[in-house]
């Protein structure tokens, strides 16, 4: 949806995007003050990634609470289409997911697309897109999901599977009605016309509400579940959405894998990490130290003070004293990025340690663990 | 194709054709008595079809016998979207294919595509194509299929090995490319859609030379295999041809199962035979009994005469004295009409009892014969 100078699609974030205005554009629910407390109230606390309103929109959150409240429960559901490495902001859904899922003790099911991912670039082949899912899932699985209650699955593994739902689905979607959804032409190639029937599937897993953790620029998708989901005999996805991590280099747009420089990958080393942070993180500071001692930081604009705010800095009176310190000039550009280095080569390196032991229980998730192994033995009709 | 007062495409057959321009506009080849006569040198015999010419066109099918006397082999591909119940029209195919497999010793693949009538129809559900599939294969069987060397599949069911194989077609297949060939608009669903990629799949099982028995109205589904063929490492398919049976009711178009009296379906009781080619096919015979003795009828328009030649009347002095009988009027058309219900009456005795013992056997030609064993052990890539 291109409004003003930003623009958000699912394959496109431009500009400095108003959150407040897209939540208007898209007609989606802002996440209040009283849904938060009412989440704390239900699991005792509340999530960085909400107090900080990273996660700061919805649709029916309400009634998957209301559900859960109930005795109903409700099930998660995310995915991801596989690439050679993922940074930083990829891991946002599954993090804020996991701790759902440790907190509701709900099932969550994660679909990797190596088919769309494939079918999308003419320049990837299948093994390529299959051997990122693998690589991928690792890092999802460090996320801290739990292995009896987490169905992990790529498409042309499970296809099986989904494809009687699948075509139930796809019956119900004329080409007219997503080709504008999924930015398809008549050049578009027949097989990626179909996926959005695949990525529909796992909101119907269970005869239950699907909650949807996502950035914002996926809501365009499930308004589409949200016609049809219903005549079917399911319900309508229920979802949460995100803002995007801005970019290294700049407040705009998102980061992008095919700009190596605007991320921080998951692989990235200690040196690379400095290197990059000190060299490309857009600074809101100012030019030299007796400008910024005198004038202070622009926090709105300053990439460093929104990774620690939105991501990497949990404690609340910390994050404020930066916020205050660097505002006021009492902090130099050079002393946040060092901060954030930290931070970042913090989390990075408890992240490799987590992806290591993710590799003894990739069976687990895809397989053998207790969902995975009812999720196989189940045709979705 | 639409060409003077007859039309030929995959979804409507309308008119009387002229299967010689046929051969013309779709640039396929005649059937050649050379070719007819190097099948024979082969094999040792000809069929009925093929001596009569109701197989009378081909795509490569000198290259099919050149690899198969080179010790490349070949194999067979044919396939059918289900319906409630098969008339005597829809057995061609199957009966042609399992002689070729009998006298060439090759495998046969055949596509049940319960996923396409579904798609294609609002009126459909699922169950009920499946349903049907379960039922029509009884008949597919009943034509004499080598278990061992043929597998027949439902796509709902063997998606899960065709799949990656099928993305790699669909990838190479834009909307534009199959819309005209398929009949499709941007009204049509996205299932429809991404179809032609699995009816496609089949002709790539082998890395050899696929040979398929089929109306011409299925070719133009073939020039989309024969453009992407050899860039994904496979053999353009080759193809043998056949024209229409008429529909009962007249010398035009072809069977059609929503007009249950244009056909004879295999399920007709022997009354309901007699009485459907009495009171329904098509005379060319005189009106009455003295302008017939007169006169003698018109072999090119008479529905009896040419059910006889083409299917039911194997023998070749016996086809040839009734048509000079009844041609010179010493025939009358009851006469004509009840040795037509005498062979068909026979045909369907005889397709019923191999029917009722193909009961037992739809397990091994699904899931446990040689052939079938093999191919749910393999995925296509």
Known sequence: MAEGNYSVTP????????????????GTQKITEELRQEIRS????????????????????????????AGKGFFLYTGRAPSLGMHIGH???????????????????????????????????????????????LDIIAAGFDPDKTFIFQDTEYIRNMYPLAIKIAKKLTF????????LDVSSNIGIIFYPSLQIV?????????????????????????????????????????????????????????????????????????RKIMKYAFSGGQPTIELQ??????????????????????????????????????????????ILVEKLNNFLEKHRERREKAKEMVKDFKYEGKLAVQMWEKIHE
Chains 1, 2 share one sequence.
Request: with cysteine; net charge negative; hydrophobic share 35%.
């Open 42 to 69: 239900i699991v005792g606390e509340m999530h960085p990634m909400l107090r900080r309103e990273i996660f700061f929109s919805h649709r029916d959150l309400d009634l998957v609470l209301k559900d859960w409240k």
């Open 293 to 338: 001692r005198k004038l202070g930081a622009n926090l709105d604009i300053d990439v460093p003070y929104q990774w620690l705010y939105y991501f990497f800095e949990e404690d609340d009176e910390r994050i404020r004293k930066i916020g205050e310190e660097y505002k006021s000039g009492k902090m130099l550009t050079g002393e946040i990025k060092q």
């Open 202 to 274: 796992p909101t119907m897993f269970e005869k239950r509400r699907c909650l949807i953790p996502a950035g914002i620029d996926q809501d365009p998708y499930w308004r589409l579940q949200r016609d049809i989901a219903e005549s079917l005999g399911y319900y309508k996805a229920a979802q949460i959405h995100s803002k995007f991590l801005p970019p290294l280099t700049g407040p705009e747009g998102k980061m992008s894998s095919s700009i190596p420089e605007s991320a921080i990958y998951l692989s990235d080393d200690p040196k690379t990490v400095e």
């Open 176 to 183: 007219s009605e997503v080709k504008a959804t999924f930015g």
């Open 11 to 26: 394959w496109e974030v431009k500009g400095k995007v108003d959150y407040d205005r897209l939540i208007i554009q898209f």
């Open 91 to 137: 891991m946002i859904p599954f993090i804020f997911t996991a701790w759902l899922q440790q907190k509701f003790g709900v099932n969550v099911y994660i679909e990797i697309t190596d088919d769309e991912k494939f079918m999308r670039n003419l320049d990837y082949t299948l093994d390529q897109t299959r051997q990122w899912a693998l690589d991928n899932i």
